[in-house]
T-cell receptor, first 115, second 113 residues
Framework: AQKITQTQPGMFVQEKEAVTLDCTYD???????LFWYKQPSSGEMIFLIYQGSYDEQNATEGRYSLNFQKARKSANLVISASQLGDSAMYFC????????????FGKGTMLLVSP | SQTIHQWPATLVQPVGSPLSLECTVEGTSNPNLYWYRQAAGRGLQLLFY??????ISSEVPQNLSASRPQDRQFILSSKKLLLSDSGFYLC????????????FGPGTRLLVL
């Protein structure tokens, strides 16, 4: 079974609008971390935001926020006020406490921001 | 601040030739190091990780190998490349504690012909 599921292969949003990228995960660990990365066309993976399983508040980093719903095992990324430079692939990833130092990635969502 | 370098940036190699990709990290000591491969249009697959000099764990058996000759140097190698080795190879590092964030290098695009 997939540990990280990103059901949206592609998303379109207009500039200045907000967009939500979905991510669900599967783990039996009590302690784990959830990450979002951005991959522009240049290829580099850019870390955006992190949410720990014991964090009670949703993580926020500038225009990025993580909508963490632990009971539903979802960790959706919300980008507010989209910009043209936000066009990229976005990957959700999980690090389980029992998995030694390794990240499991989803297949990604391609976000296109139009003017 | 920490930086991570990879080279070469792009590589075109014939089938059956050897491979050596290098990754170095600056500004930190005793990092965890990782090699990932990303096939075109797909997610990342962890190939190897290392928690210290000379310590390598393999996630996927294949014709690739990894070595860590120095604390902040991680090398991905192959004796004979296959067509299926084509892809985008990313090196990453993290601090050596649990639930740490991984930071990625710029990557190497490998095309095997």
């Amino acid at each position: 079974a997939q540990k990280i599921t990103q059901t949206q292969p592609g998303m379109f949003v207009q500039e200045k609008e907000a967009v939500t990228l979905d991510c669900t995960y599967d783990t039996s660990d009590q302690s784990y971390g959830l990450f979002w990365y951005k991959q522009p066309s240049s290829g580099e993976m850019i870390f955006l935001i992190y949410q720990g399983s014991y964090d009670e508040q949703n993580a926020t980093e500038g225009r990025y926020s993580l909508n963490f719903q632990k009971a539903r095992k979802s960790a959706n990324l919300v980008i507010s006020a989209s910009q043209l430079g936000d066009s990229a692939m976005y990957f959700c990833a999980m690090r389980e406490n029992s998995g030694y130092s390794t990240l499991t990635f989803g297949k990604g969502t391609m976000l296109l921001v139009s003017p | 601040s920490q930086t991570i370098h990879q080279w070469p940036a792009t590589l075109v190699q014939p089938v059956g030739s050897p491979l050596s990709l290098e990754c170095t990290v600056e500004g930190t000591s005793n990092p965890n190091l990782y090699w990932y491969r990303q096939a075109a249009g797909r997610g990342l697959q962890l190939l190897f990780y290392s928690v210290g000099i000379g310590q390598i764990s393999s996630e996927v058996p294949q014709n690739l190998s990894a070595s860590r000759p120095q604390d902040r140097q991680f090398i991905l190698s192959s004796k004979k490349l296959l067509l299926s080795d084509s892809g985008f190879y990313l090196c990453a590092w993290s601090e050596g504690h649990q639930i740490e964030t991984q930071y990625f290098g710029p990557g190497t695009r490998l095309l095997v012909l």
